[in-house]
């Protein structure tokens, strides 16, 4: 049911990004499958009625795309494939990683200005404390 390479290795990383291109490559190579299968089905069916149509020919080509379909549904839960989000190509709102990295940016910003803040203030201090105090009552 499963490639070896879908399987998990005792020297490989389940999370390492290498499996995870590879089991995409697989995910790709079998949904093409099941492509092939559903074109076999849907010709089959517009076909039924003429007669070099062969019923259990398409019946034969349901089972395996059924079969193929709950095989493809167990490789993309089994490799995290199939967790991945589905990205419309029409989307209107800037996507969350873009709103998390102005709001980190502008969090940064914030920090940056404080501490710097915080060093000029330091600075002034410094001087106040190097300064002699004659100087001061002047």
Do not use: W
């Not at 873009?98 to 915080?118: H, M, S, Y």
């Not at 600075?123 to 105090?133: D, G, I, K």
Request: aromatic share 4%; net charge negative.
């Amino acid at each position: 049911m499963f490639p070896a390479q879908l399987l998990p290795d005792q020297n490989l990383d389940p999370n390492s990004p290498e499996l995870f291109k590879e089991n995409i490559k697989f995910v790709q190579t079998h949904l093409r499958h099941v492509q092939s299968l559903a074109r076999d089905v849907l010709d089959g069916i517009e076909r039924a009625y003429e007669g070099q149509t062969n019923p259990t020919q398409t019946a034969a080509s349901i089972a395996a795309l059924k079969q193929s379909l709950h095989n493809l549904s167990d490789v993309l839960r089994t490799t995290g494939v199939g967790a991945l989000p589905l990205i419309s190509i029409n989307i209107v709102h800037p996507s969350q990683e873009e709103q998390l990295v102005e709001q980190t940016t502008n969090a940064i910003k914030g920090l940056f200005n404080r501490n710097t803040r915080n060093q000029e203030s330091a600075a002034v201090v410094a001087s106040l404390l190097v300064t002699p105090e004659s100087s001061l009552r002047r």
